[in-house]
């Protein structure tokens, strides 16, 4: 019931994969095959250099761009990073943040991730936020501890009101580009948790209409089941929104 009031969010993350011709011809591919799919929001997060191009290629498509990191300055020396208007200029609406890639290999905080957030969000971006814990967390019994306070800690500072631009992406670390997905009774589960943190932070009406993702290894076979349940209102996938036809299949899931 309640998982009528949000619109499902299917979202691609290229990683660093795809020059900007091949992104050009990607969307190109798969534009025609999401054509009138329009239950759900659909949206590629590219490599920076791809942000223009994939923007223009996404012309008068229902197929939206995102970008993969955000810098917390708004500008100023910090070489080699980006600042929320230079990506909303080149074309990005949404910027994935925390993603375990940059936790575990650009030493990403909790904090942060914070300071990305906010900044992300006060330059008017939507922010596909990342959480996930490890499999040596998982098999230790605190997903639930971990996934908690990692969502507290990035939404600190964050509005009621900035929620309406706060996606949820729960990724167990263990799924991502393993092949190993988690199984829709895991992944409900934590979203579920996800979900209560929300309504405690913020309250249940906040907490009912944010859009939280699962992602880690969803595929063209799995989506369909993962995206039936409750509390998972789409995906962010990655291996699988590199190849038209199985990102097209999972789109029609959340159709
Ligand atoms: C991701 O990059 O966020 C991801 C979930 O990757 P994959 O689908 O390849 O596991």
Known sequence: MNK???RPVIAGNWKMNMTPSKAKALISELAPKVEGKNECDIV???????IAVAKEAAEGTNIKIGAQNVHFAKSGAY???IAADMLVEAGAEY?????S???QYFGETDETVNLRTKAALEGGLKVI???GELLSQREQGITAEIVSLQTKIALQGVTAEQMKNIIIAYEPVWAIGTGKTATADQAEEVCAIIRGVIAGLYDDAVAKATV???GGSMNAANAAELLSREDIDGGLIGGASLKSEDFSIIVSAAN
């Open 4 to 6: 009528t009031l949000r």
């Open 44 to 50: 590629l997060c590219v490599p920076f250099v791809d």
């Open 79 to 81: 070489t080699g990073e």
């Open 95 to 99: 910027v994935v943040i925390g993603h």
């Open 101 to 103: 890639e940059r936790r």
């Open 129 to 131: 936020l990342c959480v």
């Open 212 to 214: 939280i993702q699962y």
